[in-house]
């Protein structure tokens, strides 16, 4: 019941974006695009977009897992709605489902903690939880819900009093995890290194670990070759993963699965043996891919890495964003269950399994740790806040509903809804007071250039290859049959790095590269913040020079109707066949 309310106001608040067929973000709109080239015909294990930085295309980064439940709805609902209404409904019921999951999983480990009303509450309190809401909600399909999931899957497993079937249900959950992203990797680790510890101080845990080992090895390379199809260790992705992880791996579990097997009850001979093993894996991984041992974005093009990647804030330490989304992300769930679990462990640690206590607490710190140095990663830490949240609210309101005096019950009672989220209150209460509503004015002009029925004027145009600002490229994609140079996915980072150059050269170096890569139309918006950036950083360059309307002659302003777009057709230096 609780799922569904929270479903209905869902769709309630996100009915717009439902309505536009488009979902939220790039990542999102370039999902679609993928799951419509497999259902059009492209192989399972092809990734490939071909219509990104033609002719040196690259695979995606991400497999197809993601895309099973929202092709098993487009496909039943296809013949009774159509093709755009059974996309749009894939849209908003993979989602709730990810969530419903979602909610029964913070239930099931909230109750090895806390009683009944707590494990009600926490699975309730996750919808005022802005990290997840904001990657678990209507049109938003990328794979962070099921990273959320698969986080809180691995953590529920963790209290299975059977380690043999516990273990198993681990490193299966760990390998779908690493499976469909890498980003899942720093809290994979740390599940497994509690474990290694564990072990060696108490030999009964090598069950445990003997089984998450054997799992996760064994779930990786079946979920390997069912995405890929192949096994080709000259081919290692950084960001990932590849041959050279698995391989790695596998020579870490031939030395740890026999020592846990075999090895005496003697803490010195265990901790030398993880050391050995974790010397093995790593020497095993240099071997076969040391570019990636700087990490997954080690071997990008440096011109798109400064221009592109440390502006990508989802990716960056909490201390690079503003104080408004710091506040908003992290003065919720995150800030209450650490003032939570602090008072617990201080006050009331007696009347809580201690050792069930030290592993929510234990992977709920972790999280933390790891969204402080990466943005995203705070909705799996205010998910794995939910039960001390949840605790601290019901412990709260409880208090205040025993005062005795109407007056203060009824001020102490309504002082609870500011614990559940005391950060988006504090920033709505701020925009209050100042004026401020935190978004950035557009004027009418810029937002008709913006919106997606601009976009989908392009088909107007004749099919041609279209260099358009980055977040642009899979709306267009997705709603026409063009081709783009380069979107915000860096596997293609020559192309990015190409379409960058375009901008910020002089207008002869420009045009050579569009002559290079065959762009047929420049199509852009004023105002947009990307291209501010470059012709603010090189006014001499081709934006620069275009923004204030010095056009080179080998530009053509091409005009369609009702569309705010501003668009130049590339005059080519030689006759070619098409346009």
Request: charged letters at 15%; hydrophobic letters at 55%; glycine letters at 6%.
């Amino acid at each position: 019941m609780i799922w569904l309310a929270v479903c209905a106001v869902l769709i309630l608040v996100t009915r717009g974006q439902i309505m536009s067929g488009i979902g939220w973000d790039p990542d999102d709109q370039l999902r679609m695009v993928q799951l419509r080239d497999w259902l059009g015909g492209q192989s399972w294990f092809d990734t490939i977009q071909y219509r990104i930085g033609e002719p040196d295309s690259q695979p995606m980064h991400w497999p197809r897992w993601v895309e099973l439940p929202l092709a098993l709805v487009v496909l039943l609902l296809k013949p009774l709605i159509g093709a755009a209404s059974a996309e749009t409904a894939a849209m908003v019921i993979a989602p709730l489902v990810t969530l419903g999951v979602a909610m029964w999983l913070v239930v099931k480990i909230t109750e090895q903690v806390f009683d009944r009303k707590v494990t009600l509450l926490a699975a309730a309190l996750l919808a005022t939880a802005v990290p997840i809401v904001s990657q678990i909600r209507p049109m938003r399909v990328d794979h962070h819900g099921w990273q959320i999931a698969l986080a809180l899957t691995a953590l529920w497993t963790m209290f299975w009093p059977d380690k043999r079937k516990g273990g198993i249900a681990l490193g299966a959950t760990l390998a779908l995890w690493l499976s469909i992203s890498l980003e899942g990797l720093p809290l994979s680790a740390a599940f497994v290194v509690l474990l290694g510890w564990r072990w060696v101080f108490r030999t009964e845990e090598g069950v445990r670990l003997f089984w998450t080992l054997l799992s996760f090895l064994m779930a990786s390379f079946m979920f390997y070759f069912a995405s890929q199809g192949n096994f080709n260790t000259a081919v290692n992705y950084c960001d990932a993963l590849s041959p050279a992880h698995l391989l790695a791996c596998t020579a870490g579990a031939a030395v740890m699965l026999p020592a846990i097997k075999w090895l005496p009850a003697n803490i010195a001979l265990r901790t030398v043996s993880l050391a050995v093993a974790g010397a093995a894996a790593l020497a095993i991984f240099y071997g076969f891919a040391a570019q990636c041992v700087g990490g997954a974005f080690n071997t990008m093009d440096p011109i798109v890495r400064e221009y592109w990647l440390v502006n990508v804030l989802e990716g960056l330490p909490i201390w690079y964003q503003n104080g408004k989304t710091m506040v908003t992300l992290l003065g919720g769930s995150i800030i209450v269950g650490l003032g939570s679990l602090i008072y617990i462990v201080r006050v009331r640690c007696g009347q809580i399994d201690r050792g069930k206590l030290f592993i929510l607490a234990y992977a709920f710190l972790w999280a933390v740790l790891l969204s402080l140095f990466v943005q995203r990663a705070t909705a799996v830490a205010a998910a794995f806040a939910l039960p001390f949240m949840a605790w601290a609210v019901q412990q709260a309101f409880a208090h205040a509903r025993a005062i005795e005096r109407p007056v203060s019950r009824i001020l102490a009672s309504a002082a609870v809804v500011f614990l559940i989220m005391p950060g988006p209150l504090a920033i709505a209460l701020f925009n209050k007071i100042t004026g401020d509503d935190g978004k950035a004015e557009l004027n009418s002009g810029t937002a008709t250039c913006k919106d997606n029925a601009s976009l989908a004027r392009l088909n107007a145009l004749p099919r041609s290859r279209i260099v358009a600002p980055f977040d642009f490229g899979p709306r267009i994609l997705l709603l026409t049959p063009h081709s783009v140079l380069a979107t915000s996915h860096h596997r293609n980072d020559k192309a990015m790095a190409d379409q960058i150059r375009i901008f910020i050269s002089v207008p002869d170096v420009a045009r050579e590269i569009l002559e290079a890569r065959d762009i047929r139309y420049i199509v852009a918006c004023d105002g947009e913040a990307e291209l501010d950036f470059y012709a603010k950083k090189h006014p001499e360059g081709l934006w620069a020079k275009l923004a204030k309307g010095q056009n080179p002659d080998w530009l053509q302003p091409v005009h369609i109707r009702d569309s705010g777009l501003t668009i130049w057709r590339v005059a080519t230096k030689e006759f070619r066949n098409h346009m």
